[in-house]
């Protein structure tokens, strides 16, 4: 499907075959990378709410909020920020790979990077990432820039695929 007919079928309103339900209107795109503030356990980022570029809105009612983004190549990014009090979180994408060669990607917190992938081969469904957490400490209070992007400009040995769906990203709070 290219981007005019996925355009098409968002305001078409046309019904999804899957389930039966119909899309609600796509999100607003940011303009600016939206701030979140963490509190309590958990923080769900939805990631068609980043800021972002290099990547296809995919309308999809069994997804959050019904759209995730789809990476598209090496120079997609999206980025949010979030300010977190001190303490120890782990980090999960709900994602769905394609195929096999589909099925990575990078989640940086600030600068240090961590390879987000689910089930290999993948299970052909949205599915959390719980087999790579991304888990980091923060000794005070900090406001960090999560990006989502490709590759792992530091080690070509962690670098992503392209194609992979990102639904959110979800924050939980361990410590
Ligand atoms: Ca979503």
Same mark, same amino acid.
């Given at each position: 499907m290219d981007s005019r007919d996925l355009k098409k079928r968002i305001s078409s309103g046309e019904?999804?075959?899957?389930?039966g339900d119909k899309l609600p209107p *796509?999100?607003?795109?940011?303009g600016e990378a939206p701030k979140y503030e963490f509190s309590g356990e958990k923080l769900q980022i939805e990631a068609e709410n980043m800021y972002y570029d290099g990547f296809q809105l995919v309308g999809d009612a069994v997804a959050s909020k019904s759209y995730a983004l789809k990476l598209l190549n090496d120079s997609s990014w999206a980025i949010a920020e979030v300010n977190f009090p001190a303490g120890s979180y782990e980090a999960v994408a709900n994602v769905l790979a *394609?195929?096999?060669?589909h099925t990575r990607f990078n989640l940086y917190v600030n600068r240090d990077s961590y390879l987000l992938y689910g089930s290999e081969p993948p299970i052909g469904k949205y599915e959390l990432t719980t087999r790579s957490p991304a888990s980091f400490t923060l000794d005070v209070p900090t406001t960090v820039t999560v990006k989502i992007q490709k590759n792992d400009i530091k080690n070509a040995a962690n670098n992503g695929h392209d194609g992979m769906t990102i639904d959110y990203i979800s924050f939980k709070k361990i410590k």
């Open positions: 019904e999804i075959p899957a389930s *796509p999100p607003v795109r940011a *394609p195929s096999a060669n």
